[in-house]
């Protein structure tokens, strides 16, 4: 795998102009997402300074969607009633131009996903930023999804390339705040644990500015030969 000369500095100024991009846009982000994760991912989104709609009933899914920027569908605690507001909420998008993030939360390796990575001269992003003690606050995924919502609906990408830059844009977002996140508690003598974690994150996600977005970021590029 081949670093690209200049990939480095050219991520981490696109991850700072899509920043301001959201903060500038506040899209609307509509999450049918899954029991567990409401309340942290609709905070999440606030934070990022864009606007959630936890919108799942089928007689308004739709309509809803049509009006967002960008509507996320996270399958965890699926059943039928919230399958048919899936359902309708990606087809309503789907017509109407509306980028769509599908969470398919624990499901596993997907061969349609794993095989392209293992192409030639394929461009690939790389996101370091982040912190494992993410994955012992519940949601914390599930909230990462809805940011990328958020960044998806700022851009309004025309092409599937300039949906996987703006998704990577919001993983470094993410996760640089997940590491300011970390800094901060140890800087006040705390010892990060789950709890702290998910309270300063969200401030993180708040506070941070573009130029601080983009000085942590640790995106880069690179071509797999």
Known sequence: MAETADAPERASAFVK????????TGPLVHCVTNLVSMDLAANAVLA??????????????????????????NVGTIDALWAEGMTAAVRAAAGSGVPVV???????????????????????????????????VTAAGCA??????????????????????????????????????????????????PGSMRSELLDQLYSASPQEVQDR????FATIE
Do not use: W
């Open 144 to 193: 990462l999804s809805a940011v990328c919502g958020a960044f998806l609906a700022a851009a309004r990408p025309a092409a599937a390339a300039g949906a996987a830059m703006s998704a990577l844009a919001a993983l470094a977002f993410y996760g640089g705040a997940a590491d300011a996140a970390a800094e901060a508690i140890k800087g006040r003598g705390g010892t990060p644990g």
């Open 102 to 136: 599908l969470d398919p939360v624990g499901v596993g390796p997907v061969d349609v996903v794993v095989a392209p990575a293992g192409s030639d001269r394929m461009l690939v992003g790389v996101c370091g930023n982040g912190q494992e003690l993410l994955t012992r």
């Open 17 to 24: 102009g899509a920043v301001e991009l959201v903060r500038a």
């Open 217 to 220: 970021s640790l995106v880069q």
């Open 48 to 73: 990022a300074h864009a606007s959630p709609a936890m919108v799942h009933a089928p007689e308004e899914a739709s309509g809803f969607a049509r009006i967002a920027g960008c509507v996320v569908v």
